[in-house]
Protein backbone atom coordinates (compact mmCIF):
# COMPACT_ATOMS: atom_id res chain seq x y z
CA UNK A 1 0.00 0.00 0.00
CA UNK A 2 1.21 3.40 -1.33
CA UNK A 3 0.74 7.18 -0.02
CA UNK A 4 1.48 6.21 4.50
CA UNK A 5 3.54 9.61 4.16
CA UNK A 6 2.38 12.87 5.36
CA UNK A 7 4.46 16.56 5.49
CA UNK A 8 7.12 17.77 3.41
CA UNK A 9 10.11 18.86 5.79
CA UNK A 10 8.33 17.44 8.68
CA UNK A 11 7.17 13.59 7.11
CA UNK A 12 5.89 11.12 9.47
CA UNK A 13 4.60 7.44 8.61
CA UNK A 14 2.27 5.78 9.77
CA UNK A 15 2.15 2.04 9.72
CA UNK A 16 0.21 -0.95 11.22
CA UNK A 17 -3.17 -2.25 11.16
CA UNK A 18 -6.00 -2.49 13.86
CA UNK A 19 -5.84 -6.02 14.70
CA UNK A 20 -2.17 -6.32 14.25
CA UNK A 21 0.80 -6.89 17.00
CA UNK A 22 1.40 -3.24 16.74
CA UNK A 23 1.21 0.14 14.94
CA UNK A 24 3.09 2.92 14.91
CA UNK A 25 4.82 6.21 13.58
CA UNK A 26 8.23 7.69 12.00
CA UNK A 27 8.58 11.19 12.21
CA UNK A 28 11.76 12.57 10.26
CA UNK A 29 12.20 15.77 10.11
CA UNK A 30 12.49 16.70 13.47
CA UNK A 31 14.77 19.34 14.27
CA UNK A 32 17.69 18.05 17.30
CA UNK A 33 17.91 19.22 20.25
CA UNK A 34 14.36 19.43 21.54
CA UNK A 35 13.25 17.45 25.03
CA UNK A 36 11.23 14.58 24.39
CA UNK A 37 10.26 11.32 26.20
CA UNK A 38 7.19 8.73 26.16
CA UNK A 39 5.71 11.07 28.84
CA UNK A 40 5.61 14.22 26.38
CA UNK A 41 3.66 11.60 23.96
CA UNK A 42 1.34 10.03 26.09
CA UNK A 43 -1.18 12.51 27.91
CA UNK A 44 -2.19 13.11 24.02
CA UNK A 45 -2.60 9.21 23.67
CA UNK A 46 -4.91 9.28 26.88
CA UNK A 47 -7.19 11.31 25.36
CA UNK A 48 -8.01 9.78 22.46
CA UNK A 49 -7.78 5.65 24.13
CA UNK A 50 -10.51 3.67 23.61
CA UNK A 51 -12.31 2.77 26.79
CA UNK A 52 -12.65 6.05 28.67
CA UNK A 53 -16.27 6.09 29.20
CA UNK A 54 -19.45 4.63 28.04
CA UNK A 55 -19.90 6.61 24.92
CA UNK A 56 -16.59 5.33 23.39
CA UNK A 57 -15.28 1.68 22.31
CA UNK A 58 -15.42 -0.79 24.98
CA UNK A 59 -12.02 -2.34 23.52
CA UNK A 60 -9.27 -1.75 26.06
CA UNK A 61 -6.15 -0.87 25.11
CA UNK A 62 -3.39 1.21 27.37
CA UNK A 63 -1.85 2.75 23.95
CA UNK A 64 1.40 2.54 25.83
CA UNK A 65 4.03 4.53 23.45
CA UNK A 66 7.52 3.36 23.22
CA UNK A 67 10.32 5.39 21.41
CA UNK A 68 12.52 3.30 19.84
CA UNK A 69 14.74 5.60 17.84
CA UNK A 70 15.86 9.29 17.16
CA UNK A 71 16.74 10.60 20.50
CA UNK A 72 19.45 10.19 22.89
CA UNK A 73 19.74 11.32 26.28
CA UNK A 74 16.08 12.62 26.25
CA UNK A 75 16.83 14.69 23.34
CA UNK A 76 15.76 14.62 19.56
CA UNK A 77 19.05 14.06 17.30
CA UNK A 78 17.50 14.72 13.70
CA UNK A 79 17.22 11.34 12.80
CA UNK A 80 14.03 9.12 12.42
CA UNK A 81 11.99 9.19 15.36
CA UNK A 82 10.10 5.22 15.61
CA UNK A 83 6.73 5.56 17.58
CA UNK A 84 5.18 1.84 18.26
CA UNK A 85 2.06 1.25 20.38
CA UNK A 86 1.46 -2.39 21.30
CA UNK A 87 -2.04 -4.01 20.14
CA UNK A 88 -3.32 -5.81 23.45
CA UNK A 89 -7.14 -6.29 23.30
CA UNK A 90 -7.95 -7.69 19.54
CA UNK A 91 -11.09 -9.84 19.16
CA UNK A 92 -10.53 -10.84 15.43
CA UNK A 93 -13.10 -13.73 15.81
CA UNK A 94 -15.86 -10.45 15.93
CA UNK A 95 -15.47 -10.36 12.20
CA UNK A 96 -16.71 -13.87 10.95
CA UNK A 97 -19.06 -12.54 9.04
CA UNK A 98 -17.16 -9.69 7.44
CA UNK A 99 -14.94 -11.76 5.86
CA UNK A 100 -17.76 -12.70 3.50
CA UNK A 101 -19.51 -9.57 3.05
CA UNK A 102 -18.72 -6.00 3.18
CA UNK A 103 -20.09 -3.55 5.69
CA UNK A 104 -22.13 -0.49 4.06
CA UNK A 105 -20.12 2.48 4.41
CA UNK A 106 -17.02 0.86 5.23
CA UNK A 107 -13.96 0.59 3.04
CA UNK A 108 -14.39 -2.99 2.61
CA UNK A 109 -15.90 -3.29 -0.83
CA UNK A 110 -13.48 -0.18 -2.16
CA UNK A 111 -9.93 -1.93 -0.93
CA UNK A 112 -11.11 -5.50 -2.30
CA UNK A 113 -11.50 -3.40 -6.00
CA UNK A 114 -8.02 -2.06 -5.55
CA UNK A 115 -6.23 -4.66 -3.95
CA UNK A 116 -7.82 -7.34 -4.35
CA UNK A 117 -7.62 -8.78 -1.24
CA UNK A 118 -8.48 -7.19 2.55
CA UNK A 119 -7.55 -7.38 6.25
CA UNK A 120 -11.64 -7.88 7.81
CA UNK A 121 -10.04 -7.85 10.93
CA UNK A 122 -11.40 -4.43 11.84
CA UNK A 123 -10.58 -2.90 8.53
CA UNK A 124 -6.88 -3.06 8.76
CA UNK A 125 -5.13 0.04 7.64
CA UNK A 126 -8.82 1.45 7.11
CA UNK A 127 -9.92 1.54 10.83
CA UNK A 128 -9.75 4.13 12.91
CA UNK A 129 -7.34 2.50 15.35
CA UNK A 130 -4.14 3.91 12.84
CA UNK A 131 -5.21 7.54 14.16
CA UNK A 132 -3.21 6.40 17.38
CA UNK A 133 0.18 6.49 15.27
CA UNK A 134 -1.18 10.39 14.15
CA UNK A 135 -0.96 11.57 17.90
CA UNK A 136 1.56 10.24 18.77
CA UNK A 137 3.10 12.03 15.77
CA UNK A 138 1.74 14.95 16.57
CA UNK A 139 2.60 15.37 19.90
CA UNK A 140 6.07 15.20 18.72
CA UNK A 141 5.13 18.11 16.05
CA UNK A 142 3.75 20.21 18.59
CA UNK A 143 7.42 20.56 20.25
CA UNK A 144 8.67 22.23 16.87
CA UNK A 145 6.11 24.91 17.43
CA UNK A 146 6.02 25.99 21.12
CA UNK A 147 4.82 29.46 20.07
CA UNK A 148 1.53 27.76 19.21
CA UNK A 149 -1.52 26.76 21.03
CA UNK A 150 -4.33 23.96 19.82
CA UNK A 151 -7.36 23.14 21.38
CA UNK A 152 -10.18 21.43 19.78
CA UNK A 153 -13.30 20.50 21.12
CA UNK A 154 -16.95 18.79 19.58
CA UNK A 155 -18.90 21.31 18.51
CA UNK A 156 -21.71 18.86 17.72
CA UNK A 157 -23.27 15.57 17.80
CA UNK A 158 -26.02 13.91 15.71
CA UNK A 159 -26.88 17.94 14.58
CA UNK A 160 -27.09 19.02 18.16
CA UNK A 161 -24.68 22.10 18.46
CA UNK A 162 -23.19 23.90 21.19
CA UNK A 163 -24.64 27.26 22.38
CA UNK A 164 -21.72 30.01 21.92
CA UNK A 165 -22.95 31.67 24.56
CA UNK A 166 -22.19 28.84 27.33
CA UNK A 167 -18.94 28.13 25.61
CA UNK A 168 -16.40 27.53 28.70
CA UNK A 169 -12.88 26.31 27.55
CA UNK A 170 -12.23 24.83 31.18
CA UNK A 171 -15.28 22.59 30.57
CA UNK A 172 -13.54 20.51 27.71
CA UNK A 173 -11.66 18.34 29.51
CA UNK A 174 -14.30 17.38 32.10
CA UNK A 175 -17.00 15.78 30.57
CA UNK A 176 -16.21 12.79 27.99
CA UNK A 177 -17.61 14.51 24.51
CA UNK A 178 -14.77 17.14 24.95
CA UNK A 179 -17.32 19.77 25.28
CA UNK A 180 -17.04 23.62 25.68
CA UNK A 181 -20.91 23.99 26.95
CA UNK A 182 -22.18 21.92 30.06
CA UNK A 183 -25.53 22.19 28.96
CA UNK A 184 -25.30 20.51 25.64
CA UNK A 185 -22.89 17.74 27.44
CA UNK A 186 -26.04 16.38 29.22
CA UNK A 187 -28.20 16.29 26.47
CA UNK A 188 -25.68 14.81 24.27
CA UNK A 189 -25.76 11.70 27.10
CA UNK A 190 -29.05 11.00 26.14
CA UNK A 191 -28.24 11.39 22.38
CA UNK A 192 -25.19 8.99 22.76
CA UNK A 193 -26.91 6.37 25.08
CA UNK A 194 -29.92 6.56 22.64
CA UNK A 195 -27.95 5.51 19.53
CA UNK A 196 -25.63 3.16 21.28
CA UNK A 197 -28.72 1.28 22.68
CA UNK A 198 -30.60 0.85 19.18
CA UNK A 199 -27.56 -0.39 17.55
CA UNK A 200 -26.61 3.04 15.44
CA UNK A 201 -24.14 5.77 15.88
CA UNK A 202 -24.10 9.80 15.45
CA UNK A 203 -21.68 11.91 13.55
CA UNK A 204 -19.91 15.03 15.16
CA UNK A 205 -18.28 18.32 14.27
CA UNK A 206 -14.94 19.25 16.04
CA UNK A 207 -13.71 22.56 15.63
CA UNK A 208 -10.20 23.45 16.50
CA UNK A 209 -8.32 27.07 16.94
CA UNK A 210 -4.49 27.28 16.49
CA UNK A 211 -3.03 30.64 18.21
CA UNK A 212 0.22 32.30 17.91
CA UNK A 213 0.57 31.34 14.27
CA UNK A 214 2.79 34.38 12.69
CA UNK A 215 2.13 35.76 10.22
CA UNK A 216 3.99 34.59 7.19
CA UNK A 217 3.31 30.22 7.06
CA UNK A 218 2.29 28.64 4.37
CA UNK A 219 2.56 29.68 0.35
CA UNK A 220 0.59 30.71 -2.40
CA UNK A 221 -0.20 28.40 -4.94
CA UNK A 222 0.85 24.29 -4.41
CA UNK A 223 1.78 24.44 -0.84
CA UNK A 224 -1.70 26.40 0.63
CA UNK A 225 -1.87 26.45 4.21
CA UNK A 226 -5.17 25.67 3.85
CA UNK A 227 -5.05 22.94 1.16
CA UNK A 228 -2.35 21.35 3.48
CA UNK A 229 -5.00 21.79 6.47
CA UNK A 230 -7.74 20.37 4.30
CA UNK A 231 -5.89 17.13 3.25
CA UNK A 232 -4.61 16.28 6.65
CA UNK A 233 -7.64 16.21 7.83
CA UNK A 234 -9.70 14.89 5.38
CA UNK A 235 -7.04 11.50 5.95
CA UNK A 236 -8.64 10.97 9.10
CA UNK A 237 -10.77 8.24 8.98
CA UNK A 238 -14.45 9.09 8.70
CA UNK A 239 -14.25 12.66 8.20
CA UNK A 240 -16.30 13.80 5.08
CA UNK A 241 -16.32 17.61 5.49
CA UNK A 242 -14.15 20.29 6.48
CA UNK A 243 -14.24 24.33 6.57
CA UNK A 244 -11.14 27.20 7.09
CA UNK A 245 -12.82 29.97 8.99
CA UNK A 246 -16.56 30.89 7.40
CA UNK A 247 -16.55 27.58 5.29
CA UNK A 248 -19.60 27.28 3.52
CA UNK A 249 -21.58 29.45 5.33
CA UNK A 250 -18.96 32.16 3.05
CA UNK A 251 -21.02 31.57 0.02
CA UNK A 252 -24.16 33.02 1.62
CA UNK A 253 -22.39 36.15 2.68
CA UNK A 254 -21.82 39.71 0.49
CA UNK A 255 -18.13 40.66 0.16
CA UNK A 256 -18.46 43.22 2.91
CA UNK A 257 -19.67 40.72 5.37
CA UNK A 258 -17.03 38.24 4.26
CA UNK A 259 -14.02 40.40 4.32
CA UNK A 260 -11.15 41.30 7.48
CA UNK A 261 -11.16 44.71 7.84
CA UNK A 262 -8.06 45.88 9.31
CA UNK A 263 -6.74 48.92 11.59
CA UNK A 264 -3.39 50.06 12.62
CA UNK A 265 -2.94 48.26 16.20
CA UNK A 266 -0.17 48.97 19.03
CA UNK A 267 1.87 45.65 17.56
CA UNK A 268 1.11 46.31 13.85
CA UNK A 269 -1.96 45.37 12.12
CA UNK A 270 -4.81 44.69 14.01
CA UNK A 271 -7.84 42.61 12.43
CA UNK A 272 -11.81 43.20 13.50
CA UNK A 273 -12.84 40.34 11.93
CA UNK A 274 -11.46 36.58 10.99
CA UNK A 275 -13.99 34.95 8.87
CA UNK A 276 -10.84 33.61 6.49
CA UNK A 277 -9.90 31.54 9.52
CA UNK A 278 -6.38 32.87 10.09
CA UNK A 279 -5.18 32.50 6.23
CA UNK A 280 -5.61 34.05 3.10
CA UNK A 281 -3.87 33.38 -0.24
CA UNK A 282 -2.50 30.25 1.42
CA UNK A 283 -0.84 32.02 3.82
CA UNK A 284 -1.10 33.06 7.80
CA UNK A 285 -2.11 36.13 8.45
CA UNK A 286 -1.58 35.82 12.35
CA UNK A 287 -4.91 35.43 13.32
CA UNK A 288 -6.37 32.61 14.60
CA UNK A 289 -6.54 29.52 12.43
CA UNK A 290 -9.91 27.88 12.74
CA UNK A 291 -10.93 24.56 11.23
CA UNK A 292 -14.10 22.66 11.13
CA UNK A 293 -13.93 18.93 10.71
CA UNK A 294 -16.86 16.62 10.17
CA UNK A 295 -17.53 13.30 10.88
CA UNK A 296 -19.78 11.05 9.35
CA UNK A 297 -21.81 8.28 11.89
CA UNK A 298 -19.59 5.55 12.52
CA UNK A 299 -20.70 2.68 10.05
CA UNK A 300 -20.33 -0.29 12.35
CA UNK A 301 -23.77 -0.67 13.67
CA UNK A 302 -26.05 -3.89 14.94
CA UNK A 303 -29.00 -2.16 12.81
CA UNK A 304 -28.30 -5.13 9.10
CA UNK A 305 -27.60 -3.10 6.27
CA UNK A 306 -28.70 -4.61 2.90
CA UNK A 307 -24.74 -5.17 1.12
CA UNK A 308 -23.14 -8.14 -1.08
CA UNK A 309 -20.97 -10.77 -0.11
CA UNK A 310 -17.71 -10.86 -2.02
CA UNK A 311 -19.34 -13.56 -4.54
CA UNK A 312 -21.97 -10.79 -5.57
CA UNK A 313 -24.92 -12.16 -3.67
CA UNK A 314 -27.39 -10.04 -1.66
CA UNK A 315 -27.39 -10.75 1.63
CA UNK A 316 -27.90 -8.53 5.01
CA UNK A 317 -25.19 -7.61 7.25
CA UNK A 318 -24.96 -6.08 10.96
CA UNK A 319 -21.25 -5.48 12.39
CA UNK A 320 -20.97 -7.00 15.80
CA UNK A 321 -17.68 -6.20 18.05
CA UNK A 322 -16.96 -3.21 19.86
CA UNK A 323 -17.19 -0.07 18.06
CA UNK A 324 -17.49 3.94 19.42
CA UNK A 325 -21.47 5.38 19.02
CA UNK A 326 -20.03 8.78 17.61
CA UNK A 327 -16.41 7.96 15.99
CA UNK A 328 -16.18 11.80 16.20
CA UNK A 329 -15.14 12.18 20.12
CA UNK A 330 -12.06 10.37 19.90
CA UNK A 331 -11.44 12.41 17.21
CA UNK A 332 -10.43 15.91 19.03
CA UNK A 333 -6.84 14.36 19.84
CA UNK A 334 -6.71 13.46 16.20
CA UNK A 335 -8.01 17.09 14.87
CA UNK A 336 -5.26 18.74 17.35
CA UNK A 337 -2.40 16.31 16.27
CA UNK A 338 -2.94 17.29 12.53
CA UNK A 339 -3.41 20.33 13.00
CA UNK A 340 0.52 20.22 14.78
CA UNK A 341 1.48 18.23 12.19
CA UNK A 342 0.92 20.78 9.38
CA UNK A 343 1.40 23.49 11.22
CA UNK A 344 4.99 22.09 11.82
CA UNK A 345 5.90 21.28 8.64
CA UNK A 346 4.80 25.04 7.82
CA UNK A 347 7.30 26.52 10.25
CA UNK A 348 10.07 24.36 8.91
CA UNK A 349 9.26 25.28 5.27
CA UNK A 350 9.19 29.16 6.10
CA UNK A 351 12.25 28.80 7.76
CA UNK A 352 13.94 26.76 4.43
CA UNK A 353 12.99 29.70 2.58
CA UNK A 354 13.16 32.77 4.40
CA UNK A 355 15.69 32.24 6.89
Known amino acids: MSWNTFGRVLRFT???ESHGPALGAVVDGCPPGLRLSEADIQPFLDARKPGTSRFTTQRREADEVRILSGTFEGQTTGTPISLMIENTDQRSKDYGEVAKAYRPGHADYAYDAKYGLRDYRGGGRSSARETAARVAAGAVARLVIPEVTITAWVSAIGGDAVDPANFDAAEIGRNPFFCPDPVAAARWEGLVDAARKD???????VECVATGVPAGWGAPLYAKLDADLAAGMMGINAVKGVEIGEGMAAAALRGEDNADPMRPGVDGVEFTANHAGGIAGGIATGQPVVVRVAFKPTSSILIPQDTITRDGEATQLATKGRHDPCVGI??????????????????????????
Open 14 to 16: TWG
Open 199 to 205: GSSLGAL
Open 330 to 355: RGVPVVEAMMALVLADHKLLHRAQMG
